[in-house]
């Protein structure tokens, strides 16, 4: 079993439509992320969760909505979203200890497509 | 403004040479850098890292420079092989706080 594993891979949607992103880490990591990965540009941070707590909001538009049940569990709620939200959406975990992020594992991302 | 930056979209090496990436930061602030790579529909995999205590970390045929006086980052990979072939993203953190990755470089080693 992988690390993180993220569903759907794949995701069309119209713009009206309401879906949801999920991760899941095996790894009894302490943070879960949400980065945004659109083409020729940076990784985009866009939400962080430590202990199931969000301590980090990118300025992100509130079309995203996570949501964090658990330690091992991330969701992105998708909702009336755009074309230019068509991106790669790559969740990843960590074991943040005092005084650093550890290292970021990523799963493989899901591939959302907006018509 | 980007604080990490990758200014080669892509490189193209042929097989056995060496490959070189580069990364220019503007934050003084960032300690720690690292490396990703990600292959085509996979996640990012972390690769090497460096402290900025050091100027070169080395594991295999990957090392890292660090040139604090120029904000310069690059990795060296000799030799390199097609399995090489991925997306690199550089990535810096200042006194543990988050990553902040740069855009990538797409490499292609030709066989």
């Known amino acids: 079993e992988t690390g993180v594993t993220q569903t759907p891979r794949h995701l069309v949607m119209g713009m009206t439509n309401k879906k949801s992103l999920k991760c899941e880490q095996h790894l009894g990591h302490n943070a879960m992320y949400w980065y945004k990965q659109s083409a020729k540009k940076p990784l985009e941070l866009m939400f962080v969760y430590n202990f199931k707590e969000q301590t980090e909001n990118n300025s992100v538009p509130s079309r995203f909505s996570p949501e964090c049940p658990n330690s091992s569990h991330l969701f992105l709620h998708l909702h009336t979203l755009q074309p230019e939200d068509s991106a790669l959406y790559l969740c990843?975990?960590?074991?943040?200890?005092?005084?650093?992020?550890?290292?970021?594992?990523f799963g493989e991302g899901s591939r959302l497509t907006v018509l | 403004d980007q604080q990490v930056k990758q200014n080669s979209p892509s490189l193209s090496v042929q097989e056995g040479r060496i490959s070189i990436l580069n990364c220019d930061y503007t934050n003084s602030m960032f300690d720690y850098f690292l490396w990703y790579k990600k292959y085509p529909a996979e996640g990012p995999t972390f690769l090497i890292s460096?402290?900025?205590?050091?100027d070169k970390n080395e594991d295999g045929r990957f090392t890292v420079f660090l040139n604090k006086s120029a904000k310069h980052l690059s990795l060296h990979i000799v030799p390199s092989q097609p399995g090489d072939s991925a997306v690199y993203f550089c990535a810096a953190s200042a006194l543990g706080n988050k990553l902040v990755f740069g855009a990538g470089t797409i490499l292609r080693v030709k066989s």
């Open positions: 460096i402290s900025s205590i050091k």
């Open positions: 990843a975990s960590s074991q943040d200890k005092r005084g650093g992020t550890g290292e970021l594992f």
